[in-house]
């Protein structure tokens, strides 16, 4: 000591991050306490193992779905990777038939594999399926393996087409034009109510305009005598990538005859729309649903005269 001196020192708050990695992955830094200074950023990544998918973390008990976070320390941190190995099956199919299993969508362990079965209603047959936007031919049945999530789409066709007991026709239109989704068979004879559901593709639906969609349908083609279908209900589905269905609204139905059948369309009753020969009747509906993968339109009626 030969002259005067000034010793400071100085301390930094220390604070712990706890990381848990749950079965199916591990994490950098690896699982285990690690102390960071206050006010430092730590950094956390998820990495799951073969056959798992992170799904969240949680940080405090606080849900978090980033794979890779930043973590300011102001306080002890407990962060929990959470990991899952089941994977979603979407699956759907066009007029004229059906799948076994049915539409929906359905969840499996990875490497799992499902058989699905498409069956063609009456004077119908199964044409090919759409894997995940890719025709993959016509197998019947066809074995998904669950490595992914996956979208199943089964394609049939009419063997009669513009023939047999069935009406009416449904059109929707895209913003261009009307798309031609087929005849729907609601025919029977004794007057019973028939219930059919069309899958519509969101491509095909035109939301542009103040989030409307319009379809139409009409009764029967050219070259017939007669035909007359009774309407007794309608409705429209927005679906969206879990398979949830959501109603959408319907605000206007116009008969070209009869001029505004709105209330006739909207409950399930005896108050019924009568629509003739080559007649049409404009639907319009609300789509208030922005996430919608698909749509599903619902027709129940019956057709009871067709020459």
Known sequence: MNSDHMLEAHFAKLYTL??????GGTTDPPPGSHQYKEGTTAWVDAIPYTGYRFEYWLINGIRIEWKSIGITMYTNILAEAHFDNHYNLYISSSLWGRTDPYDGTYTYEYGESV????????????DYWVLDGVNVGNAN???????????????????????GDSCPTLFVWNGTVYVDYGVIDIHNPTGED????????????DVSSNYKA?????????GLNFSESLIDQVKLYAVDSQGNHYLCPLVKA????????????????????QI????????TFI???????????????CNMFKQ
């Open 115 to 126: 058989t699905v079965t498409a069956i063609p209603w009456d004077d119908c047959a199964f």
């Open 254 to 273: 116009e008969h070209s005859r009869l001029g505004n059948v709105l209330p006739q369309l909207i409950a399930s009753d005896d108050y019924k729309v």
């Open 18 to 23: 706890t990381v848990v990695a749950y079965e």
């Open 141 to 163: 049945p066809i074995a998904i393996t669950m490595d992914a999530d996956h979208e199943l789409k089964a394609y049939f066709h009419d063997l009669n087409p513009g023939g």
């Open 276 to 283: 003739l020969l080559l007649e049409t009747i404009d639907l």
């Open 287 to 301: 789509v208030p649903y922005q996430n919608a993968q698909g749509f599903t339109f619902t027709i129940e009626g």
């Open 194 to 205: 028939i219930v059919r559901e069309v899958p519509i593709l969101k491509e095909d639906v």
């Open 214 to 222: 319009k379809f139409r349908l009409r009764e029967g083609w050219e």
